[in-house]
């Protein structure tokens, strides 16, 4: 009976190590009452940054939010807890909200999906250092022979 269960609880755990989450639900943006409140993580929010509450994600996670209605896309990188009313998903910055589209409605279907860090060039493609000149090293030829009794 256990072996089924700590192989539920493996799965679980590579499942959510490899970072494949994603969420559908509603989306909400914070009030001005909360700027330069700070936030869960310590932080001192402001709405003219991309960031977002969740309940549950660690903060500094960088997920991808769609608005469902108009298809637009925007970054945040999650620093509070949050929302606290039912049926919300995440609370978004101002910022944020006005990149989706959804300003004028205050609440809008989203998507959310872990943001995968692109590969950044800049570390990928600085060249090698040459390497030093061979040195002269002699090479000796190593011979064997077996003898067979």
């Known amino acids: 009976m ?3 269960l700590l192989v539920i609880l493996l799965m679980l755990t590579i499942y959510t190590n490899g970072q494949e989450f994603f969420q559908k639900g509603k989306a909400s943006y914070y009030a001005n009452k909360f ?5 869960a993580s310590g932080a001192i929010f402001s ?17 991808k939010v769609t608005n469902l209605s108009n298809n ?7 620093n509070d807890r949050g929302p606290f ?3 919300r998903i995440i609370d978004l910055s101002q910022k944020a909200a006005r990149q989706l589209g959804f300003i004028a409605d205050g609440i809008t279907n ?3 999906i872990m943001a995968r860090d692109p590969l950044v060039p800049d570390s ?19 011979q064997v022979r077996l003898h067979v009794l």
């Open 2 to 4: 256990r072996f089924p």
């Open 35 to 39: 700027e330069g409140r700070r936030t």
């Open 47 to 63: 709405n003219k940054k991309l960031t977002a509450a969740h309940r549950t994600l660690p903060f500094g996670t960088r997920v």
């Open 72 to 78: 637009k896309s925007v970054i945040v990188t999650i």
């Open 85 to 87: 009313i039912k049926g």
């Open 110 to 112: 989203v998507f959310i």
């Open 124 to 142: 990928l493609m600085t060249p090698l250092k040459p390497l030093p000149p061979i040195l002269n090293v002699p090479v000796f030829k190593l």
